[in-house]
């Protein structure tokens, strides 16, 4: 499978600190995404990094790419009580049509007020 | 906006019988896709299109059928639910195929006794 694999599956910290998700995939890959998932609802999209690219920024969120690793990371600073959701990473792959995705399991992220 | 409208919101069905989960995007893009969500697993591709009339098989086809007759639709069929159907369905779309981010629908809850 060419799926992703997030790390940790759960993570507890408190409001105010950084929450640090990691997501491992096992063939080349065209950009990898990171998306958002609150309790009940749709996946949001946050975040593109591009398959030449190291990393980038985007407000609070930090994302770096290492392709010769096959990993990437996603960095939250000064966590909110509201960033508590599900968080997943998907890597866009080429295939007979053009590209697809393929999503991770997912990383649950609870910030403690 | 309405983005991504799936309906139903939540649907039981019984062993055997046959529903369409119905999923309408009025952003004008080419790419759509069905995945289901469970426990653990993350998401799985079921069918996607890449524009009218152009489907394919995903990850995990079996059990489910698409059309892709306008640019705005694209219904999933389940043509005779089983047990291990029971999930959440989401519907996502996407400029191009899949060279952006994904716009995904809230979700369809769907379980079979």
């Known amino acids: 499978s060419q799926q992703g694999e997030e790390d940790p599956q759960a993570l507890s910290i408190q409001e105010g600190e950084n929450a640090t998700m990691n997501c491992s995939y096992k063939?080349?890959?065209?950009?990898l995404q990171w998306y958002r998932q609150n309790s009940g609802r749709g996946l949001v999209h946050l975040i593109l990094?591009?398959?030449?690219?190291r990393e980038k920024h985007s407000g609070r969120l930090r994302v770096t790419l290492d392709t010769s690793k096959k990993s990437s990371s996603l960095l939250i600073t000064a966590s909110r009580a509201a960033d508590t959701a599900s968080y997943f990473c998907?890597?866009?792959?080429?295939?007979?049509?053009?590209?697809?995705?393929?999503f991770g399991p997912g990383t649950r992220l609870s910030v403690l007020p | 906006n309405a983005g991504v409208t799936q309906t139903p919101k939540f649907q039981v069905l019984k062993t055997g019988q046959s529903m369409t989960l119905q999923c309408a995007q009025d952003?004008?893009?080419?790419?759509m896709s069905w995945y289901r969500q469970d426990p653990g697993m993350g998401l799985r591709l079921i069918h996607y299109?890449?524009?009218?009339?152009i489907t394919d098989q995903g990850e995990v086809p079996n059990g489910y059928n698409v059309s892709r007759s306008t640019t705005e639709d694209f219904p999933l069929r389940l043509l005779s639910a089983a047990p291990s159907q029971t999930s959440v369905y989401f519907c996502?779309?996407?400029w191009g195929a899949g060279t952006g981010e994904l716009f995904f629908g809230e979700g369809s809850r769907l379980t079979v006794l």
């Open positions: 063939t080349s890959i065209n950009n």
């Open positions: 990094i591009r398959s030449n690219e």
């Open positions: 998907a890597t866009v792959h080429r295939d007979n049509y053009g590209q697809n995705f393929v």
């Open positions: 996502a779309s996407s």
């Open positions: 952003m004008n893009h080419e790419y």
């Open positions: 299109s890449v524009g009218a009339g």
